[in-house]
Antibody
Framework: QVQLQESGPGLVKPSETLSLTCTVSGGSISGYYWSWIRQPPGKGLEWIGYIFYSGSTNYNPSLKSRVTISVDTSKNQFSLKLTSVTAADTAVYYC??????????WGQGTLVTVSS | DIQMTQSPSSLSASVGDRVTITCQASQGISKYLNWYQQKPGKAPKLLIYDASNLETGVPSRFSGSGSGTDFTFTISSLQPEDIATYYCQQCGNLPYTFGQGTKLEIK
């Protein structure tokens, strides 16, 4: 059973860059699409974007100017960078493996707080 | 973006009740609608994909139907462990979008 684990700083200062990594274990990153989704505290889910294992990406237009998703197949990892963060970017960030357009496997999520 | 309107936003029901949640898309998405269950402090879990297909390992009391713009999610006999927030998600068009969620409570 594939498992996903998010890692990265839990606190980021306003205007700085949020960086998270998702490590995939129990299966290969190859052959799949991988997504990032976030959830502000007490609110709903927002899809951030996905990357195919080959490196092709698609981002939510609402975040596109600030988001970069990359993949490292040698490490079985993919990563999220979100620049110029504000308090509105405070959320639990999830990584997930897609099957079709559905998120079939999720990481446990990591809370990132934007605060000085 | 396609807007997903879920109703109701909250629901209180008794154990054994039949529970129905609806999701309406702002434009047609064919069958490309998924349903998730999220328990407090946990990641969402995929229950139904492509509107009506039950994910492996998910109890058969969960079901989904619909196509185009109107979709329904049903729990045939509510169990205590079904207490959670349920979300629909469309994957017919990018960007993927989610409904606002339905919080299900036991009466």
């Amino acid at each position: 059973q594939v498992q996903l684990q998010e890692s990265g700083p839990g606190l980021v200062k306003p205007s700085e860059t949020l960086s998270l990594t998702c490590t995939v274990s129990g299966g290969s990153i190859s052959g799949y699409y991988w997504s990032w989704i976030r959830q502000p505290p007490g609110k709903g889910l927002e899809w951030i974007g996905y990357i195919f294992y080959s490196g092709s990406t698609n981002y939510n237009p609402s975040l596109k100017s600030r988001v970069t998703i990359s993949v490292d197949t040698s490490k079985n990892q993919f990563s999220l960078k979100l620049t110029s963060v504000t308090a509105a970017d405070t959320a639990v960030y999830y990584c997930a493996r897609q099957r079709g357009g559905g998120m079939e496997n999720w990481g446990q999520g990591t809370l990132v707080t934007v605060s000085s | 973006d396609i807007q997903m309107t879920q109703s109701p936003s909250s629901l209180s029901a008794s154990v054994g009740d039949r529970v129905t949640i609806t999701c309406q898309a702002s434009q047609g998405i064919s069958k490309y609608l998924n349903w998730y269950q999220q328990k407090p402090g946990k990641a969402p879990k995929l229950l139904i994909y492509d509107a009506s297909n039950l994910e492996t390992g998910v109890p058969s009391r969960f079901s989904g139907s619909g196509s185009g713009t109107d979709f329904t999610f049903t729990i045939s006999s509510l169990q205590p462990e079904d207490i959670a927030t349920y979300y629909c998600q469309q994957c017919g068009n990018l960007p993927y979008t989610f409904g606002q969620g339905t919080k299900l409570e036991i009466k």
